[in-house]
Each structure stands twice: as C-alpha cells, then as structure tokens.
Nanobody, 125 residues
C-alpha cells in the first residue's frame, strides 16, 4: 500500500514562496505519475501540475506556469516549488500517484490511485 505524506504548507504573504514536499513510501512501482492538486473552500479539486517519476516530464495548469515548478529527487520525494504566490493560490494542496500513467500526468483526480492527506497553503494579500 502506497502512502503519501505532504508537508511544507503554511501562511505566506502575496509574492512569497513555499516549497511543498510529497514523500512516498510502501510501493515498488518501476514508474508512475505524481500529480499535485489543490482544493479551495467551496471549489472542486483542481489539477496544479504533475511529473513522471522516471523521465522527469512535467506539466502545469496555465494559472501556475512560470511560477510553480515540480521536481523529484532520486528517491521517492516530489517537490512543488511555488513562487510569486497569489491570494488565489490559497487552498489545501494534495499530491497523488497514478501507477498506470508513465508518459503523461492526468488532470482528473479520478485517474489517480493514491492520495496524501493534504497540506494547507494560505496566501495573504
């Protein structure tokens, strides 16, 4: 059973930065896609971006392109570097793993097999 643990959330002023981490354990998959999602109060869960574990291929939603960067280390941790944060980035951020996608990072939550518990990001104006 794969377990995902997010960390790094917090309160930051607009224009600031945060780095979220997603540590995976318990799985022995040769490759997989990791997606970052966020959910603001009263809104649906939204795809932020994703990365393919082996190739490092990344994809981002338009609203974060140029501000957010997803990376991974050589073990099982994926990072979401968030710069130039805006109040509208305020949400609970989740990472998720799709073990069946090795070439793309799906933008729909239903594609993902495992989820973390989320970490809250609040951006003040």
């Amino acid at each position: 059973q794969v377990q995902l643990v997010e960390s790094g959330g917090g309160l930051v002023q607009a224009g600031g930065s945060l780095r979220l981490s997603c540590a995976a354990s318990g799985g022995t998959f040769s490759n997989y896609a990791v997606g970052w999602f966020r959910q603001a109060p009263g809104k649906e869960r939204e795809f932020v971006g994703g990365i393919i574990r082996n190739s490092g291929y990344t994809d981002y939603t338009d609203s974060v392109k140029g501000r957010f960067t997803i990376s991974r280390d050589n073990k099982n941790t994926v990072y979401l570097q968030m710069n130039s944060l805006k109040p509208e980035d305020t949400a609970v951020y989740y990472c998720a793993v799709d073990v069946n996608n090795w070439y793309a990072t799906p933008s729909t939550p239903e594609e993902y097999d495992y989820w973390g518990q989320g970490t809250r990001v609040t951006v003040s104006s």
